[in-house]
């Protein structure tokens, strides 16, 4: 199985100020043949269900704000927020879709600070 | 666009069968891969089975030997079949489209499934 690892578990941040996080793979997720990274970053607010923020690594969703970002290649990703919004206030959540057995980080909790 | 809505009995006893339904609306159950992925109450995500367009199947490899998932595509529903559930298969579970190398684009609302004596 592929171990997704997330870090922070949980950071606090100030309205309208960047938020990072960390994701490192136990193997790479890069698929030679297309050149794609099968990763994934899903948003799940409190009471609520996940929701799919950005795949392919650095490919937003339809309907996703362009102050989410998706980074990174083979085995290490970055989720960027820009400039905080209160509503961004959630649990984060790594995956990767590369084998027969999806798996999912840790979870990140972004809070107001 | 595609939507799904999970039904399922809520509270379960120990060494009792768990049977859920995922219903998909909007779109065709065709095509795609359809997942079950579960959330212990407080704790993160965990993928546990999906099937294929075609009925082929992957679980987990823990649950493996108590999971089965099927497809019903007259209905555009797919189901799980979890049996002898402990007090440790407490969590909502999501159904979601997506799989082998296709991302979990579309999530169910989730039904916390509670298993107590």
């Known amino acids: 199985d592929i171990v997704m690892t997330q870090s922070p578990d949980s950071l606090a941040v100030s309205l309208g100020e960047r938020a990072t996080i960390s994701c490192k793979s136990s193997?790479?997720?890069?698929?030679?043949?297309?050149?794609?990274?099968?990763l994934a970053w899903h948003q799940q607010k409190p009471g609520q269900p996940p929701k799919l923020l950005i795949y392919?690594?650095?490919t937003r969703e339809s309907g996703v704000p362009d102050r989410f970002s998706g980074s990174g290649s083979g085995t290490d990703f970055t989720l960027t927020i820009t400039s905080l919004q209160a509503e961004d206030v959630a649990v984060y959540y790594c995956q990767q879709y590369y084998t027969t057995l999806p798996t999912f980080g840790q979870g990140t909790t972004v809070e107001i600070k | 666009q595609v939507q799904l809505q999970e039904s399922g009995p809520g509270l379960l006893k120990p060494s009792e069968t768990l049977s859920l339904t995922c219903t998909v609306s909007?779109?065709?159950?065709?095509?795609?891969?359809w997942s079950w992925i579960r959330q212990p109450p407080g704790k993160g995500l965990e993928w546990i089975g999906y099937?294929?367009?075609?009925?082929?199947?992957n679980f987990l490899p823990s649950l493996k030997s108590r999971l089965n998932i099927s497809l019903d595509t007259s209905n555009n529903q797919f189901s799980l079949i979890l049996t002898s559930i402990t007090a440790a298969d407490t969590a909502v579970y999501y159904c979601a489209r997506g799989g082998f190398r296709r991302r979990f684009d579309v999530w169910g609302q989730g039904t916390l499934i509670t298993v107590s004596s």
């Open positions: 193997q790479s997720v890069l698929y030679s043949p297309n050149n794609k990274n099968y």
């Open positions: 909007g779109g065709s159950i065709n095509s795609y891969y």
């Open positions: 392919w690594a650095s």
């Open positions: 099937i294929s367009y075609s009925g082929n199947t």
